[in-house]
């Protein structure tokens, strides 16, 4: 059920940024897990990667000639490819099962953004028990990128938030995720925030199925 998900009730929510003392060591294993799998991983130019990315978002502006169009098809790509990837992630990492939101945020951060982001991320929580952000410095993906004026309302990186959504989706997550902040747009960090809305019941197939 949903309610698994959410901290104890006996623990008061976090201020942004902090991690109750219990974290301390399995937040550790993670990071050296997330350090231990980056070095087993393929390799991508990070240079190579901005400028094929910004390609791409260039060619979706011209085809649709309209911003928050643009920011929901990156938002659609990203979830086709957390769809995918959410296999590759769960077999090199060794993961099984995550307890709670709480392993979920820090999974995502501390093993997922450094696996395939070369990047390191921080969880921060609201007052929402529902609710996290990603957050982290150094987004590859901005490389070499400056945002013209007439496009301040695009969310160049909002690929990630789809890779988020739909690598969660695969897992029976259903969450909303939003672009807060970017670095590109005078940010001092990139901001992801996640936000759950309900746990799907996992189907079990029986005999006759």
Not at 137 to 158: A, M, Q, R, T
Request: aromatic share 6%.
């Amino acid at each position: 059920p949903a309610s698994h998900l959410l901290p104890p009730p006996h623990q008061p929510p976090l201020p942004l940024g902090a991690a109750p003392a219990v974290w301390k060591m399995s937040l550790a294993k993670m990071a050296r897990l997330g350090d231990a799998t980056f070095e087993k991983m393929d390799k991508v130019n990070s240079e190579l990667l901005a400028m094929t990315y910004g390609a791409m978002v260039t060619t979706l502006i011209k085809d649709f000639q309209d911003i928050k169009t643009v920011n929901e098809e990156l938002e659609k790509m990203g979830h086709n490819i957390g769809v995918r990837l959410i296999d590759e992630f769960l077999a090199k990492s060794g993961i099984t099962q995550c307890r709670n939101l709480k392993d979920t945020a820090h999974s995502i951060a501390k093993i997922g953004f450094k696996m395939f982001l070369g990047i390191n991320a921080e969880v921060a929580w609201s007052s929402n028990p529902r609710q996290f952000s990603i957050e982290f410095k150094g987004n590859p993906l901005i490389e070499f990128v400056e945002l013209p004026e007439e496009y301040k309302d695009l969310d160049y990186s909002n690929i990630l938030c789809g890779v988020i959504r739909g690598a969660l989706s695969m897992v029976q997550m259903v969450v909303t995720t939003h672009l807060q902040r970017s670095e590109l747009k005078g940010d001092p960090l990139t901001e992801i925030q996640v936000t759950l809305q309900k746990v799907n019941a996992e189907k079990v197939k029986g005999d006759d199925d």
